[in-house]
């Protein structure tokens, strides 16, 4: 990943943290992957004329936004210098908090803000999907079970059901 051009890109939106593979392996489980996803509330990420300068530096750009129904704002996806970045455009407050909550780690020469292990957990209750289940169970197996397990569990009592539900039955070794 080219950091500098990550450094580039997250200095134009107020607010965010790496989410994803690069989120999970700052937490010590690494996988394959081939992007940088990013998390944001800031709207003005699905603002084309905010990548004018990149694109015109030959990046490619593309922003799809969110309808209605869509659970998310919005993704942006940037292709440069041998990096891609995907934009995560947040709509609902839990997803905000998540952001506000990451902590700062040095990866290189650069300062990046990464979601904690109990919030990356949270993310990936939401989206649901297998890989995100295994994702789950891996970074269980790497934190600290016993406090992890609470910060979760506390985090989802506000949060929509069906995370709570996927959650429980995680830990009872039926999720998925």
């Keep these: 990943m080219n950091l500098p051009f990550v450094a580039t890109v997250a200095k134009r939106l107020d607010g965010w943290a790496v989410i994803g593979a690069y989120a999970l392996a700052a937490r010590g489980y690494v996988r394959q992957t081939a992007d940088l996803d990013l998390m944001t509330a800031d709207s003005k990420a699905l603002d084309e004329s905010l990548w004018t300068d990149l694109r015109d530096q030959g990046a490619r750009v593309e922003v799809r936004r969110g309808d ?65 289940l295994h994702d789950i169970r891996r970074l269980l197996d790497i934190e600290s079970e016993t406090d992890l397990v609470s910060e979760v569990t506390q985090s989802l009592a506000d949060l929509p059901e069906e995370m709570r539900e996927l959650w429980q039955r995680l830990l009872a070794g039926n999720g998925g």
């Design 68 to 132: 209605f129904e869509d659970p998310l704002a919005g993704v942006v996806r940037l292709e440069a210098k041998n990096s891609s970045i995907d934009i995560v455009v947040a709509r609902m407050r839990w997803q905000k908090a998540v952001i506000d909550r990451a902590e700062v780690m040095h990866i290189g020469s650069t300062n990046l803000n990464i979601v904690r292990a109990s919030d990356l957990i949270l993310l990936k209750l939401f989206a649901g999907g297998y890989s995100d």
